[in-house]
C-alpha cells in the first residue's frame, strides 16, 4: 500500500464517523473527488484498519472499470460481494436479480462494513445493494468523481433513507505535495541537498495533485540536476497546470519510442489481463516487453495487482487512449487501435478497415450492456429532475409516493422496452471478409459476434485471436492461423477443435475453457503449445495421450472437467510443465494413483511410445505448481512421495477430506506454498517441510495443532482464518485459558493470584483468524517468548512482586536486585497497564515498547488480540516477557512504553502501567515448568533475526499478509511515534 501523505485529518474524521453515529441505524458516506486524488488509496486504508469492528465486511475495487471490461459484468461484483458477507468462497448464483436479492437479505442481517469503489453510475449501487436497506450499525463507504451520484441510487428514494455524509477529498498542501514527490523520487520525505528548489519548483506544477507527483517523481529517481531542469523548462512552457493529463504525459513524453507503443498497447487491450499471458502476446508483436514493462512500471504508469494481472490508473488509461484517438478523432477506422465497441462495429459493419489497424476489440454482449446502460440513465434522469421540483415546491408527501408509484411503472416498461430493442444487436451479423484489408492487425477479439462467410482473407498476421462464444461447433478450416499465439475460444459451442488436424507451429496458448468439448486430440499439429486451458469442459470424456509431445507446456489446466476419467499418463512425461490444475476433475483419484505405480504403466502398448520405461524420479521434474482442490482424496489416495517432483513449490489441496498431512508430502524438499483450506477433516498439520513459507489452514473446523521442524530457520506465515478449534502452531503460537493452565507455570511468570480471573470472561477478537469470538474464559496467549492476558479491572494488581508503577503510558526503572535476591539473575519482566476508553466502539490492543537503555536494545511487540469490553469495563493487560541474563542484567536502566495509536482511532487510553522484576527461584535440581515454553526457537533470547529492523529493533509481530494493509498501519504508527514522520495536526 502507498506511503499515506497529507491524509491524516481525513483519516480521523473518517474514523471518527465509524465510530461515531448511532448503533440503531445504518449510515454511508461517500467520499468524493478528482480522478487519482487517492479515494481508492484512503477507502482501501480505512477499511483495512476498521474490517475487524464488524461482523461481516466486503472491498469491492474499481467497480466502475470492471464493470466496463470484458472479462467482468455487474453479476461478477455481485458474487463478490455476497460472498464476502456470507463468508463462502463460492457463489452459484447466474441471475442478477436473484443476487441483488440475496444481497439485500445478506446485508439486512449483519452488521457489515462495506465499501464500493470507484462507482461511476448510481445503477451500479441499486445492483449491488438493492432497496431493503442494512442492519443497524452498518456503515458504506462509497467512493466516486460525483458528489450527487450516492442519493440517485433507489436507497435514497424509500420512505426511510439512510444517513450521508459526503466527505470531499482535497488536493496537497505545498509542504505536502514535496514530501509524496521526494518520496517518489529520493526514497525520503525531505529533498535531497542540492535539489530544495527544484523539488518545490517541479511540485508546485503538479497541483497537489498526487497520482501527478507519484508518477513524475518516479520518472525523475536517480536523474541528475540538468534532467530536473529540463522537466521545470517542459512544465513552465504549459505555465501552472490545470490538466493533470499534461503532467502524466511529460512523464510518458521521456519514454523511448517503443515503449510508448507498448504503453498505448497495454492501456488500450490489456489492462487487467495477465502479465505472463500478456508478455508471451506481446513479444510475438515485436516489442522487447521484458525491458518496456520494467521502464513503464519503474515510471509509475504501469503496475502489476494482486493476481499478477497489468493495472493502470484510470487516469494513465485515459492518457493512453487519448493519444491513439487524436490519431484521427472523427475516423476511428484510422487509428492504430480500436477499443471501442460501438466504433469497432460501426467499422466492420460499413466495411471501412484499413492498414492502420493494429488491433480491434468487439464484444458484443458488452455492447448490449453499454447501450441499455446509457438508454436507462436518459429515461431515469428525468427522474431526478421532477423529483427536485417536488422538493423545491415542497411536494405533499401522498402525491409524491403516488408519483413515485406511477414513475416506477414507467420505468418498468421502460427497461423492458430497452430491452427488447437491444436484443436486435443479437442478431446482427457481420461479414469475415470485413477485415480483408487490415493487413497489419495483430490483436483481435470478436467475442460474441456471428460471422458468416468464408474466413480465407482473415488477417494473416494475427498474433492473439480471441472468439468467446462463437457458434459453430469447430473452427472454420480456411481460418488463417499459422502466426497465431494465443487463441481463445472460451465459452463456445465448439464439440471438437477441427475437422482435419491442423499445424499451428507458433500456437503457445490455447484456451478452450467452457466449451462443449468431448474429445481433444491433434496435438502434435501444436509443438509450441506452452498453455492449455481447457477448464469447466463439463462434456469432456478424452484427451489425447499425444498431449506428451508438447515438449514446451508449461501449464495444464483441467479443472471442473467433470466427466474426463482419465487425465492422460503422459502428462507425467512433460519435462517442463510448471503449473497442472486438477481440480474437481473426476481423473485426479485415477492420475494420483498411476503415479503410485508408473513402472506397470510404461509397458502399457496405449501409452509405451510416450513413457517408455520412464524411471518413477522423473515424472513431472519441473513441475512447480500442482492444484488438486475438491477431488475427495482421503490419504490414501496419495503415493507413497512426491520426490520425483523435485521442483514443487506450491502444493493445493483445499475441500479434499485429508485427516491429517499425506506423508508424500514431506517429501518435497523444495516446498514453499502448501494449502489446505477447507479441509473439514483435518485434525493436525505435523511437519510439513522446512522450506514452507506460506501455510493455509483457513475453515478447517476440526484441526487442533500445527508443528514445524526444529531446523526451520525463519518461521513460516500461517493463515487459520476460521479455524476456531486452533489451538497451537507449535513455536509461533499457543492459546490457553487461564483455568486450565498448570498452577506452578503461572508461579513461575509471577502471575500467583489469578483467581478471580479464572471465572470470569472476555470477548477477544484473533486478527490471525479474523473472526470475532463469543465471551470466552479468560485467555494466556504466548508467542515470541512472551506471555499475555486481559482481563476486566480498574487497576494494576498489587500482588506483582517488586512492582513499580506509574501514571500515564510510559515507565522507566533501574533493575536493582534486593537483598532478599541477591545472587540471583533476572528470569523475565511483568508490564502491566489498564486501559480506560473515551468513546463508545471500544478496542484494546497490545502494542509494547521495550528499551533496554544501558545496552541500547529494543523489542516492540505489537499483540495480535484484541480485547471488546463490556460497556463499563476497562481492561487490565498483563504480559510476562520471558527475559534472560544475555538481555537485561541487574544495574540496566529499561524504560516500557505502552504505545498509543497517535491518531486515537479506538479510543483507549492508558490510564497506569507498571513494570514488576521477576528473579529466578533455588530450585536447581526441579524440572522447570517453563522448559516447553523456552525449546522454541523464536523467542527472547533465541533467534530473532527474522524480526530485526534495520536500525537493530526488534519488531515482534507475524507478517501474514491477509493483513498487510494494517501492518503497514502500525510501522508508520511506530515511525510516527519514533519522530520518523511527523504528523500534522
Known sequence: MPLIIGMEDSIFTISSWIKGGSSEAAEILTIWGMPGIGKTTLAKHMYMLHCHEFERSSFVEAIGRRSAQQTCSQLDLQKQLLGDILKKTKIEENNADLCTSKVEKALSRKNTLLVLDDVDNFEQLDVLIGTKGFHPGSKIIVTTKDKSLTEKCSLFRM??????????????????????????????????KGYEKEAEQVAKYCGGHPLSLKVLGSSLINKDAAIW?????????????????DVLQISFGSLSGDCKELFKHIACFFVGKEREFTETILKECGFQTSYGIKKLIDRCLLTIGDYNEFTMHQLLQDMGRDLVRKESPDKPWKRSRVWKHEESLNLLKKDKGTQRTQGLILDMNLLREETLCRSISNVTQHNFQNDDLNKSFGAAQPIQIVYEFFLRILLFFARLLLMLSSSRCKKVELRADALRKMDKLKLLQLNNV????????????????????????????????????????????????????????????????????VRVEGFSGLPALQRLILKSCESLVHV????????????????????????????????????????????????????????????????????????????LPSLVTLSLVGNNLSNESFPKDFSSMSMLKELYLSKNPIDSLPDCVRSLSRLEV?????????????????TIKSLSTEKCFSLIKITF???????????????????????????QAIAQIDEQILCSLGWTNLQHVKDQKMQIWDSYKLSFSNKLPVQMFYEFGIFSTCFPGKAVPDWLPHIHKSKGSSISISIAMPSSSMNKTIQGINICFVHTFTRTGKLSWLKIKVENVTTNHTWIYYGHIFALPETDEDVVWLSHWMFGENEIKNGDEICVTILEDPLRNFGAMVRECAISPLYDT????????????????HILGGDLSAFQLDSGDYLLERFNIVYYTLLYYRIISYKISNNFIKVHS
Open 159 to 192: 420512505k426511510f433513507p439512510p444517513k450521508h455524509t459526503k466527505h470531499a477529498l482535497r488536493v496537497l498542501s505545498d509542504t505536502e505535495s514535496v514530501r509524496l514527490l521526494c518520496w517518489h523520487a529520493f526514497g525520503n520525505n525531505d529533498p535531497r
Open 229 to 245: 531542469s529540463d522537466v521545470l523548462e517542459m512544465l513552465e512552457a504549459k505555465g501552472y497546470l490545470t490538466d493533470v493529463q
Open 450 to 517: 456471428k460471422m458468416d462467410g468464408s474466413y480465407k482473407n482473415f488477417p494473416k498476421g494475427l498474433r492473439w485471436l480471441s472468439m468467446h462464444g462463437f457458434h459453430s461447433n469447430v473452427i472454420p478450416s480456411d481460418l488463417p492461423m499459422e502466426n497465431l499465439v494465443a487463441l481463445d475460444m472460451s465459452h463456445s459451442n465448439l464439440t471438437q477443435l477441427w475437422k482435419k488436424p491442423k499445424v499451428l507451429g507458433s500456437l503457445k496458448i490455447l484456451n478452450l475453457s467452457y466449451c462443449k468439448l
Open 544 to 619: 489425447c495421450e499425444s498431449i506428451g509431445g508438447c515438449d514446451g507446456l508449461v501449464i495444464i489446466d483441467l479443472s471442473q472437467c467433470s466427466k474426463l476419467n482419465n487425465v492422460p499418463i503422459s502428462v507425467s512425461k512433460l519435462k517442463n510443465v510448471r503449473s497442472l490444475s486438477l481440480d474437481g476433475c473426476l481423473g485426479a483419484s485415477e492420475f494420483l494413483m498411476r503415479m503410485k505405480d508408473m513402472e506397470s504403466y510404461a509397458s502399457s502398448s496405449s501409452v509405451g511410445e510416450f513413457l517408455g520405461k520412464t524411471p518413477k524420479s522423473f515424472l
Open 674 to 690: 502448501l494449502n489446505v483450506d477447507d479441509c473439514w477433516m483435518l485434525k493436525s498439520v505435523l511437519c510439513p517441510p522446512p
Open 709 to 735: 521442524p526444529q531446523e526451520m530457520s525463519t518461521p513460516p506465515a500461517v493463515y487459520y482464518k476460521g479455524s476456531e478449534s486452533l489451538t497451537e502452531i507449535e513455536g509461533i503460537i499457543k492459546f
Open 922 to 937: 533455588d530450585k536447581e535440581n526441579e524440572e522447570d515448568p517453563l522448559s516447553y515454553y523456552k525449546s522454541w526457537k
